[in-house]
């Protein structure tokens, strides 16, 4: 019996909360430094002894993906700085091992709810307070990977401008883990998609697999440029590139339309045609989940939208962004290429 498992107590009873373990051994990825990803992070094993205090919760991770944030924030480069030494990693998904006066059980799953909390271990200890209990019927792979980029696409989807059914939204990034959950949400929202990639050798089949999964038109960046004219005039642009891709999106957009930049991946800034301002009244706007976050709160607002994303998963409307599933001893090309383009599936770190 190893000293995860439950043990018997004299007469008999199994002790499912508050088990004293043995020591567990545990994994994590950590930097004492900010800097560059692969120098900085060091793959630490250790065995650890859990001793609870009341209203606290051992969970152990199930799985964590790596995205662009986690790079920025071990870079020191993103507004949240952990204090130091930090782990790597801004969401996953547990399965709680043991609680001391708490409500969760063993067995369910939680997120962890605040931001950037480093995620990539096995093991953590989290006051009750700061994890969200979800259904634990849907993939792992879903669960690790909605609490930013499909919360991302919800809010921008819901928050920026009253949209009816039929209505039409831009985008840029499309094929990015945040375009894609767009294009899903959107579709369950009877809203049409346009949605502008980067050329590449693949393209036919990156256009076949957006367009399975309900995006209305997927047009390359320079397609795109030659189509404004003949496409319906959207509402809504979100951009995830800057620079002259988000200027596009000011060009597609309707009279009165807003576009809203939640990303910065050719690290150039955005710029808006004066035209674009002055005779369409378009509004340049930004958005940061986290912020969003810190506003609510655990509140029910929150609460909520997280499960309308895991009851949406469930009925098969909302997919995980492809994945590659690396261990922690791989972390390195993980770390690598999560910037870089045309990287085709996120890395996630399966414990
Ligand atoms: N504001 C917020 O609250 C919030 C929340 C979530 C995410 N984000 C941001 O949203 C962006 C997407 O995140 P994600 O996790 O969805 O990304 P992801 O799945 O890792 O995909 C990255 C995307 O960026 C594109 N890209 C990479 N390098 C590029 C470049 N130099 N020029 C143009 N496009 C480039 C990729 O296109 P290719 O395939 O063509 O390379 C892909 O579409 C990131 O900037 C992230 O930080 C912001």
Redesign the pocket.
């Known amino acids: 019996m190893n000293g995860l498992s439950a043990f018997l107590l004299p007469r008999g009873v199994i002790l499912t909360r508050a088990r004293r373990f043995s020591s567990v051994s545990t994994e994590r990825l950590e930097f004492d430094k900010f800097g560059i990803p692969t120098e900085v992070i060091q793959l630490k094993r250790e065995e650890t002894k859990f001793n609870l205090k009341s209203g606290e919760v051992l969970v152990r991770f199930l799985a964590s993906?790596?995205?662009?944030?986690d790079i920025?924030t071990i870079q020191g480069t993103y507004p949240i700085k952990p204090t130091l030494p930090g782990v790597g990693g801004g969401e996953g998904v547990a399965e709680v091992l043991e609680t001391k006066g708490s409500k969760l059980e063993p067995g369910d799953w939680v997120l962890p709810g605040l931001a950037m909390s480093g995620t990539w271990r096995t093991h953590g200890v989290y006051e009750e307070g700061n994890l969200i209990k979800i259904r634990n019927d849907i993939s792992v792979e879903s669960a690790a990977t909605l609490m930013?980029?499909p919360?991302?696409a919800l809010?921008m989807l819901e928050d920026f401008i009253p949209l009816r059914a039929g209505d039409w939204i831009v985008q840029?990034?499309?094929?990015?883990?945040?375009?894609?959950?767009v294009i899903e949400i959107a579709k369950i929202k009877n809203l049409k998609t346009i949605n502008v990639?980067?050329n590449?050798e693949n393209i036919d089949e990156?256009k076949a697999q957006m367009k399975r999964m309900g995006a209305d038109e997927v047009l390359t960046e320079e397609e795109a440029r030659r189509a404004w004219r003949e496409l319906p005039r959207p509402r809504l642009a979100l951009n995830?590139?800057?620079?002259a891709?988000g200027t596009e999106l000011c060009k597609a957009l309707g009279e009165d339309g807003v576009h809203v930049?939640?990303?910065?991946?050719?690290?150039?800034p955005v710029i808006a045609a004066t035209s674009h301002m002055i005779f369409k009244n378009i509004s340049l706007r930004?958005?940061?989940?986290?912020?969003?976050y810190k506003e609510q709160g655990m509140n029910k607002t929150r609460l909520k939208m997280i499960s309308q994303l895991t009851d949406m998963i469930a009925a098969k409307d909302l997919s995980p962004?492809p994945l590659n599933p690396i261990p922690f001893n791989q972390f390195k090309p993980a770390l690598e290429t999560?910037?870089?383009?045309?990287?085709?599936a996120?890395f996630i770190f399966k414990m």
Request: with cysteine; charged share 15%.
């Open positions: 993906p790596v995205n662009p944030a920025n930013i980029n919360a991302t809010r840029n990034g499309a094929n990015s883990a945040v375009g894609l959950a990639v980067r590449r990156l995830c590139v800057g620079g891709s930049t939640y990303g910065g991946m050719s690290l150039k930004g958005f940061w989940l986290s912020r969003w962004p999560t910037l870089k383009g045309f990287k085709g996120k």
